[in-house]
């Protein structure tokens, strides 16, 4: 089966910042892959889907890109708002691992 | 509007069985696959199980694999999952979750979970 391995488990940045994270896949999954944020205590929710395509209604400020192994979802300009974890996700063929989670805090 | 409403969680014993419903409305049911997605007190998500929307067509993690049944009824727009020979790292929020439909050169793929429910709550424990 394919892992899904996200880094860094947890960042800490200030408002304004841009915030990187990463999902590695262990072997190549084209752009079968989609990004959640769940705030404390919520549901989660989708933001990107084949990779880099923004779910509608998600705020232009958050990207993403990637394919085959290596995926990237950035936040260009952290808001308090994007409080959050963060978690990837392959689709298309089972099983639909996700990714270990990354908890954004605001410094 | 969209909604997926879970219920029938709720304290069971280890060795035990329960079974959670999820009611979907305000979207044609039966045209999408269907998920169960769980998240143990304080850890990430885990994708538990899927259905296709018309053949039924399943998959399970291997953790729930042979004791876990995903099953739906489309007349009636509810997803079921029977959980048998439960275990105390069973005990979670279980979240259903509606996922998206790609088609496109003439093929269908299963997509992202765009959709999901409050999520209900089973604790295995004596």
């Known amino acids: 089966d394919i892992q899904m391995t996200q880094s860094p488990s947890s960042l800490s940045a200030s408002v304004g910042d841009r915030v990187t994270i990463t999902c590695r896949a262990s072997?190549?999954?084209?752009?079968?892959l989609a990004w959640y944020q769940q705030k404390p205590g919520k549901v989660p929710k989708l933001l990107i889907y084949?990779?880099?395509t923004l779910q509608s209604g998600v705020p232009s400020r958050f990207s993403g890109s990637g394919s085959g192994t290596d995926f990237t979802l950035t936040i260009s300009s952290l808001q308090p708002e994007d409080v959050a974890s963060y978690y990837c996700?392959?689709?298309?063929?089972?099983?639909?691992?996700f990714g270990g989670g990354t908890k954004v805090e605001i410094k | 509007e969209v909604q997926l409403l879970e219920s029938g969680g709720g304290l069971v014993q280890p060795g035990g069985s329960l079974r959670v419903s999820c009611a979907a409305s305000?979207?044609?049911?039966?045209?999408?696959?269907m998920n169960w997605v769980r998240q143990a007190p304080g850890k990430g998500l885990e994708w538990v199980s899927t259905?296709?929307?018309?053949?039924?067509?399943?998959s399970f993690s291997d953790s729930v694999k042979g004791r876990f049944t995903i099953s739906r009824d489309n007349s009636k727009n509810t997803l079921y999952l029977q959980m048998n020979s439960l275990r105390s790292e069973d005990t979670a929020v279980y979240y259903c979750?509606?996922?998206?439909?790609?088609?496109?050169?003439?093929?269908?793929?299963?997509?992202?979970?765009?959709?999901w429910g409050q999520g209900t709550m089973v604790t295995v424990s004596s």
């Open positions: 305000g979207f044609t049911f039966s045209s999408y696959a």
């Open positions: 996700q392959k689709y298309y063929t089972a099983p639909l691992t």
């Open positions: 072997q190549g999954i084209s752009n079968y």
């Open positions: 084949a990779a880099s």
């Open positions: 979750a509606k996922a998206t439909l790609y088609c496109g050169g003439g093929l269908c793929y299963d997509g992202a979970f765009d959709m």
């Open positions: 259905i296709s929307g018309s053949e039924g067509r399943t």
